[in-house]
T-cell receptor, first 115, second 113 residues
């Protein structure tokens, strides 16, 4: 099946720093990638949707200037959490779908802890 | 706005029992519904995907049904095993292509050996 990787798997950073998370589709071309966030004991919430070569579409309540998304190629999307604060500590997970768009394949997630 | 509810929030049963997990959604205009498994601190494993035109899907000991008009889906697990212990997530998709998923909070399942 289709494989999606994320890097890093976990990161600890100081408040005010920026953190970049990579999401890669390893064996297929991902025309669309999605970024989700999961707080403890909460459901996964869609943050944004990105299509290769175009600007991301953010869900209501998600600050586009804080969560920068780049989808520069058909196999790579990045999420940069700028000036991270403790309330940004969460589990970030990406998914990707190919040209058919039927199924989203999820990465293993990145756990972010901001001190 | 679509809302997905999963009942129960947690379930603990002895090994070998058959069990049913429930999922309901408020907007019946969905493209498909998917059940996932999430292990602690890990990503998601897709279990079953049901298209809006389908009524059920089966994979091994798992069977998922969909009643789109009433906004309900159930995941049936037969002959449960300790390895089935995980959080089970239900998610619906409004459309294909660029539409993301709306998730429920999940059912935390423990199968006692």
């Amino acid at each position: 099946g289709a494989v999606v990787s994320q890097h890093p798997s976990w990161v600890i950073c100081k408040s005010g720093t920026s953190v970049k998370i990579e999401c890669r589709s390893l064996d297929f071309q991902a025309t669309t990638m999605f970024w989700y966030r999961q707080f403890p004991k909460q459901s996964l919430m869609l943050m944004a949707t990105s299509n290769e070569g175009s600007k991301a579409t953010y869900e209501q309540g998600v600050e586009k200037d804080k969560f920068l998304i780049n989808h520069a190629s058909l196999t790579l999307s990045t999420l940069t959490v700028t000036s991270a604060h403790p309330e940004d500590s969460s589990f970030y997970i990406c998914s990707a779908s190919g040209t058919g768009g039927e199924t989203q394949y999820f990465g293993p997630g990145t756990r972010l802890l901001v001190l | 706005k679509q809302e997905v509810t999963q009942i129960p929030a947690a379930l603990s049963v002895p090994e070998g029992e058959n069990l049913v997990l429930n999922c309901s959604f408020t907007d019946s205009a969905i493209y498909n519904l998917q059940w996932f498994r999430q292990d602690p601190g890990k990503g998601l494993t897709s279990l079953l995907l049901i298209q809006s035109s389908q009524r059920e899907q089966t994979s091994g000991r798992l069977n998922a049904s969909l009643d789109k008009s009433s906004g309900r889906s159930t995941l049936y697990i037969a002959a449960s095993q300790p390895g089935d212990s995980a959080t089970y997530l239900c998610a619906v998709r409004r459309g294909g292509g660029a539409d993301g998923l709306t998730f429920g909070k999940g059912t935390h399942l423990i199968i006692q050996p």
